[in-house]
């Protein structure tokens, strides 16, 4: 790593990961940075879900890559997923990041999550405790 980096706030960003699973498939995911976890809000109308369900060994890549500033930093992880029940403090907390505070703004497919009851609609977490989690920063003065 060139530079120091703060991993905890830079994944703390509304930014997208994306998910590889064996297949391989990958997808990118909104995602929450909590617990020293990934958690990503899924259920059965999303191929994820399933794929978990197969096989729990999962990579996760998020980056960023900024010609304007020189902004090149990369955070790959690999973990075991595993399923956990939907929580809604957390997946208001995951939402609001991407989405904004002012949950009437939302689409109304993601004030479902948080006003349905998970049995119901099959809401669930995917929870990536890393394994190994590699960090770079390859930023550059432009």
Known sequence: MENELDVDAFL???LTARVATN?????PTWYLWDEHAFWILTGPWAKLLAHVQADRSIALVVDECDLSTGTVVQVI???EAEIVAFDVPRGRRKLARYLGADETRWDARFRAYLHTDPAEN???WLRA???SLHVKD???AV
Do not use: C, D
Request: hydrophobic fraction near 35%; glycine fraction near 10%; charged fraction near 20%.
């Open 12 to 14: 703390a960003r509304p």
């Open 23 to 27: 297949g391989p498939t990958v997808r």
């Open 77 to 79: 992880a690999r973990a």
């Open 138 to 140: 390859l930023s550059y």
């Open 129 to 131: 405790k890393p394994a």
């Open 122 to 124: 099959g809401t669930v």
